[in-house]
């Protein structure tokens, strides 16, 4: 089954409004008439209000870095689903490593953000991966499969329909150290299996994203993979030329 291919920049705690303004405007030049291949940005959210404006008339979609499970409420510092639907946001990036390190956020805490997602009608992008320590032992596979089990546990393998995943080895990101294409591949195709145990229609749909030193110079190689889908950028998502060769590369390889 043929997927469509889903490239998304996570701009993490980067950017200011007139940053934002004008990579936007520098991505709907570089993308401009690109076909076959879904793109979305996320910046921080407090810059979502200027990226739904600049991106008005565009096929980038907006997309934020975090969710919080609770709607409304006394939750101070919190975001909910329904404001991010407010700003026309879709594609919602939860479980980062960085969140899940730095914030101490765990499995089932972020199957309960998923959850969310799904009962708001978005689109969660679930990250996962392991460390270095843990890729050294052999322990990659237990890792993705109970990062994915949380998710499958608490709701079902079907809440992956119409879901993201995005692969991210911690030891690759923002490393310059990406996977190698055969080495990401491997990992693909047994976080599709695993999924495809419980149900081979979901695991075939699902979108599989590589993330991780994703840039210019190794994109199209990494988008030669079967179950690689797509990539979720840090770094390289900061620069509009940089950003796009990666979307043309995933348009290219996947059509
Ligand atoms: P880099 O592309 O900067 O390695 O970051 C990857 C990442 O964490 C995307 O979510």
């Known amino acids: 089954m043929a997927r469509r291919p889903l490239v998304m920049g996570n701009w993490k705690l980067n950017g200011s409004k007139a940053f934002t303004k004008e990579l936007i405007a520098g991505l ?8 076959g291949c879904d793109v979305a940005i996320a910046p921080p959210v407090m810059y979502l209000a200027e990226a739904e404006a600049a991106l008005a008339g565009s096929a980038i979609a907006l997309g934020s870095q975090n969710v919080d499970v609770n709607v409304q409420g006394a939750f101070t510092g919190d975001i909910s689903t329904a404001m991010l639907k407010d700003f026309g946001a879709k594609y919602i990036i939860i479980g980062h490593s960085e969140r899940r ?7 089932e805490f972020v199957a309960q953000k998923f959850g969310a997602l799904k009962e708001a009608g978005l689109v969660p ?17 237990e890792v993705c499969a109970r990062q994915i089990d949380a998710v499958i546990n608490a709701l079902g393998v079907e809440a992956f329909n119409g879901a993201v995943i995005a692969y991210e ?17 491997a990992v693909h195709a047994f976080i599709r299996g695993h999924i495809a145990a419980k149900s081979q ?9 590589y993330g991780g030193s994703v840039n210019d110079a190794n994109a199209a190689e990494l988008f030669t993979q079967p179950d690689i889908d797509g990539a979720l950028v840090g770094g390289a998502s900061l620069k509009a030329p940089a950003f796009a060769v990666i979307v043309k590369a995933a348009a290219k390889a996947k059509n």
């Open 28 to 35: 709907k030049a570089e993308l401009a008439g690109v076909e």
């Open 201 to 209: 229609a979901v695991a075939d749909q699902v979108i599989i994203q």
């Open 125 to 141: 992008v679930l990250c996962i991966g392991e460390s270095e320590a843990e890729n050294e032992a052999g322990k990659t596979e």
């Open 101 to 107: 390190t730095y914030h101490k956020e765990s499995d």
């Open 169 to 185: 080895p911690i030891w690759a990101i923002g490393t310059g150290k990406s996977a190698t294409p055969a080495q990401a591949q």
